[in-house]
């Protein structure tokens, strides 16, 4: 069966990394030499890595990680994955060392200021960290790579530059940023490195994942299904990993692309799955 559209059409690898039994697989990213992180959430946090064939070929985290929400690998295979429960933002090795941590562990951020229930954390095309802030407050914040606040901006709302959820973050290599704003705003919006609002994709069905690819290509997880889009937010692609309509099906949580093109989705609901979409 032949899944997408056009130019993007892919095969989908059945019962990809079976090996183990996941909880809740909320996130995935891949790295330089194409090893696979599932972000699992439960019954014990750990991130599970795999060959991209699906292999099983490590886990850790079990001993710091309380509730990490997304992951994020940089250009150095640094590993940015923020924790809703205890407020931070960490950064580790491939093997599991960690490097940093942003945030004061199982403190909140006062309101406005990191951290309260962080939900991404990726590197813009300057250098600096941004961080959508999340759960528990409607921000998103830039830091220097140390640390250092730069700006925040947002606050709850439904006006343009605000939010409902800042559910997800991802730059753009022009320096925009987008962000899936969840909740009632359901919608995409765009701002540039300094956080001015320059546009936004209203009517998406609870976008949870966001990435973007080398060609500005635009891929969502949302509702249950992946949508493919440019960064103009025109539709080119979009299929539902089951279900019904994209709007009504289980959580496409987690997205990302592979440099062979491949996606891999990471499933929140039903039976808690990483699926990889491989394109032909």
Known sequence: MIWGSGDYCYEKVPEWGSERTLGIATAVAVDSRDRVYVVDREPSPAVVVYDRDGHLLDEWGHDILALPHEIWIDGEDRIFIPDCRDHTVRVFATDGTLLQTLGEPNRAGEPGKPFNMPTRAVKGACGDLYVSDGY?????????????????????????????????????????????????????????????????????????????????????????????????????AQWVVRGGPVDQAHGAHSVWVDRHGDIYVGEVGVENLVHKYVRV
């Open 136 to 236: 528990g407050q409607c921000y998103v914040h830039r830091l220097t790579p140390s640390g250092g606040l730069v700006q925040s901006w947002g606050g709850r709302g439904a006006a343009p530059g605000r939010f409902t959820l800042p559910h997800n973050i991802f730059p753009v290599s022009d320096g925009r940023l987008l962000v899936a704003d969840r909740e009632t705003n359901n919608r995409i919006q765009v701002f540039d490195s300094e956080g001015r609002f320059l546009a936004e994709w209203p009517g998406r069905p609870a976008p949870c994942g966001l990435f973007v690819d080398d060609e500005d290509t635009v891929f969502l997880g949302e509702g249950g299904g992946v949508t493919i889009m440019n960064m103009d937010g025109r539709l080119i």
